[in-house]
């Protein structure tokens, strides 16, 4: 009773919850933003986390500790737009049977202190769940694409998938601003669509 109770304790302080249909514990919240020094470049912050914090997050929270196992995975970095506030990698891992897309959200954010800096996270999708948000954002987009084109920066469409937020419109063409976890990016349109398509290249091939 007592180990269940420090248990719950230690998930509940830690802020991690479960991914629905699997065992994988992901973090969010505070506890899973990582600050970055002020004067930072983005381009290189960006690929930093696509080539490198991306495979940490994966061991970490998705794979697993390996013990006296040799586990092996790939990923592929898939799009960044032109301010680096949504890079899309994407993942599979045979051996533990998952794969998917990690969205890496980089822009300001508070830490426990409420300093606002520069941060990054991960908020990961499995593959079918991931494929399928982002056909339901395409089709959003091209059933609204009148509402939307009528009055630019006025009309405006939200959806939602589970606790990620969007808001589409158009400023000068298609915009996604998207709210996870304390962040507020902007995922452009050239991003969107490359990170659809080479997402299904991806494990097609």
């Known amino acids: 009773m007592k180990k269940t109770l420090f248990l719950l304790i230690l998930i509940s302080s830690l802020n991690i ?3 629905k249909a699997t065992d994988i514990l992901i973090p ?3 506890a899973a933003l990582s600050f970055v020094a002020v004067d930072a470049n ?5 690929k930093e986390i696509s080539q490198f914090r991306s495979k940490e997050f994966i061991m970490n929270y998705i794979i697993g500790p390996a013990n006296d196992r040799e586990i092996r995975f790939e990923t592929e970095s898939l799009a960044s737009d032109n301010s680096a506030g949504l890079i899309s990698v994407a993942f599979n891992c045979s051996e533990v049977n998952e794969k998917g897309l990690l969205l890496a959200f980089f822009g300001n954010n508070r830490d426990s202190s409420g ?3 520069q941060a990054y996270a991960f908020r990961y999708l499995p593959l079918v769940e991931a494929q399928s948000l982002l056909e339901r954002i395409d089709q959003v987009k091209e059933g609204n694409k009148d509402y939307m084109a009528d009055e630019n920066d006025v009309n ?3 959806i939602e998938h ?3 937020k969007f808001i589409l419109y158009r400023e000068s063409g ?3 601003r998207v709210f996870w976890n304390g962040f507020e990016v902007i995922w452009e349109r050239t991003a969107f669509d490359r990170t659809k398509r080479r997402l299904n ?5």
Do not use: H, R, S
């Not at 983005?42 to 960006?46: F, H, M, P, Q, T």
């Not at 290249?201 to 091939?205: N, S």
């Open 201 to 205: 290249k991806w494990f097609e091939d």
């Open 162 to 164: 589970e606790d990620i």
């Open 42 to 46: 983005k381009k290189e912050i960006a």
């Open 174 to 176: 298609d915009k996604i």
């Open 156 to 158: 405006n469409v939200y």
């Open 28 to 30: 969010t919240g505070l």
């Open 115 to 117: 300093y606002m800096g």
């Open 17 to 19: 919850y479960p991914q």
